[in-house]
């Protein structure tokens, strides 16, 4: 019972405390942290824990800047690891300084390194939150969103629980001395003057704005309608949409050129904005401009990339495989070869099974939706032995994990041989047996 009396007591002055806690100008700040980064997904880098500190200056109550170093060793998906610093320089917007609960925003931009490679630039945004427990204490949660440019833009996730300690809080002012006021007597008040009001000013002038976005469209896609009107009652676009809010944006399909009026109406008068639209017919690509790349001797790289560990094709490649399946219907002379390749990520005997799967999916989806024999197209799976790029750099595994298409002319191609009709064998000629005399009739 004594030991629970103490524990309650010591709570109720930590919230006391914390109640009259705040983030206050003009203090130094230092926040060591651990948590968690996760890398985006085609990275192939996983999950792991992350330590680092920041050092800041609170420059008003609401404004701070900040320093951070942080440090990581994760793990690569099939074996291996590697190691990350970072290091920067943030900006935080605190909101509610003065309680004890103070929630920021904050953004910033740095540097970092993996295996002592190159220095990159890194951008960082997020926010969190400071829970004070005392005058110059707080525990403190942020997460971060990280993103860089390693010949495409990765985005990374950082979170992270920490302490939070401010020294150098200034002391607080002295209390001002009041010094009583002499008592004047009051003279005697004299008489307002009579103030005519004015005339209320007239009501203001409606304005509107409207925007479409593509102006330029294909037939059969979608356009944004976007506008704006401040000072009105009611707004209304035409042709075919009616009343709408005097903000808003909508998704249209024209059938045709179609100008677009939005008109609207308040106490001040009318205001009207036009935005047009342009429809396109399709542009038809030539089948024989598709099959163009598809040649005797040709090698083509297919622009089609899979999941981590997977040989599932996905819709948005089909028409990259469509070239390889009308180029193989125009050109019935060529036989061809799919070939699947991997970067090192992995053991070499599960990257050469990994791309032969991708091989044989790239191939079986060709014949199924083609419709071409299946003996003219193969498959064959290199795994990791034929990188095209150092595989040292994300940017050269990422060209390793590749799907080509290698062509050559069939021997002894005949190119009628589908019209050709077989050849009836001739008829063999009939021996007539000749006829037998008859005898003499006895007479």
Same mark, same amino acid.
């Given at each position: 019972m004594r030991k629970t009396g103490i524990a309650a007591a010591l709570l109720l002055l930590g919230l006391s405390q914390a109640a009259l806690a705040e983030n206050r100008a003009e203090t130094v700040t230092f926040a060591p942290y651990v948590g968690g980064y996760t890398f985006q997904g085609n990275q192939h880098v996983e999950t792991s824990p992350v330590f680092g500190f920041r050092l800041g200056y609170n420059l008003t109550d609401n404004w701070a800047l900040e320093g951070v170093v942080d440090y990581l060793k994760a793990d690569l998906e099939g074996g291996g690891n590697i190691e990350m610093l970072r290091y920067g320089g943030d900006i935080l917007y605190n909101f509610m300084p003065k309680s004890s609960l103070v929630p920021y925003l904050a953004a910033g931009f740095g540097g970092f390194n993996i295996d002592n490679s190159k220095t990159r630039g890194i951008v960082n945004y997020g926010g969190g939150l400071k829970w004070f427990l005392s005058d110059n204490f707080a525990l403190r949660a942020d997460v971060r969103g990280l993103n860089?440019?390693?010949?495409?833009?990765?985005?990374? *996730?950082?979170?992270?629980?920490?302490?939070?300690?401010?020294?150098?809080?200034?002391?607080?002012?002295?209390?001002?001395?009041?010094?009583?006021?002499?008592?004047?007597?009051?003279?005697?008040?004299?008489a307002a003057p009579v103030v005519v009001a004015p005339p209320p000013p007239p009501p203001p002038a409606p304005a509107s704005s409207l925007t479409a976005e593509p102006a330029t469209l294909e037939k059969g896609k979608t356009t944004t309608l976007t506008w704006s009107s401040t000072n009105v009652s009611g707004c209304e676009i035409q042709p075919g949409i009616g009343p709408v809010s005097a903000t808003g944006s909508t998704v249209?399909?024209?059938?045709?050129?179609?100008?677009y009026t939005l008109t609207c109406s308040g106490e001040g008068g009318k205001t009207s904005s036009t935005a047009g639209v342009?429809?396109?017919?399709?542009?038809?690509?030539?089948?024989?401009?598709?099959?163009?790349?598809?040649?005797?001797?040709?090698?083509l790289s297919l622009k089609v990339n899979f999941d981590t560990g997977k040989s599932i094709i996905k819709k948005q490649y089909y028409d990259e495989l469509k070239v390889v399946g009308d180029g193989l219907n125009e050109q019935k002379n060529l036989k061809g070869v799919i070939e699947g390749h991997t970067d090192n990520v992995g053991s070499d005997k599960s990257n050469l099974a990994l791309s032969q799967r991708r091989a044989n999916a790239v191939r079986d989806y060709i014949v199924k939706n083609f419709k071409i024999d299946r003996k003219r197209l193969a498959a064959k799976g290199y795994g990791e032995s034929k990188p095209i790029a150092d595989n040292a750099t994300a940017e050269g595994r990422e060209q390793n994990r590749r799907i080509e298409a290698v062509f050559e002319e069939i021997p002894?191609?005949?190119?009628?041989?589908?019209?050709?009709?077989?050849?009836?064998?001739?008829?063999?000629? *009939?021996?007539?047996?000749?006829?037998k005399k008859q005898a003499p009739a006895k007479r």
């Open positions: 860089y440019s390693m010949g495409k833009i990765y985005t990374n *996730v950082e979170y992270t629980l920490g302490l939070h300690v401010a020294v150098g809080a200034p002391k607080p002012a002295p209390a001002p001395v009041v010094v009583a006021e002499p008592v004047v007597e009051a003279a005697a008040p004299k249209i399909t024209p059938a045709a050129n179609t100008r342009e429809v396109t017919e399709p542009v038809k690509e030539e089948s024989a401009k598709k099959a163009s790349a598809v040649a005797a001797g040709a090698r002894n191609f005949k190119p009628d041989a589908d019209e050709q009709q077989p050849v009836k064998p001739a008829k063999k000629a *009939v021996k007539k047996k000749a006829a």
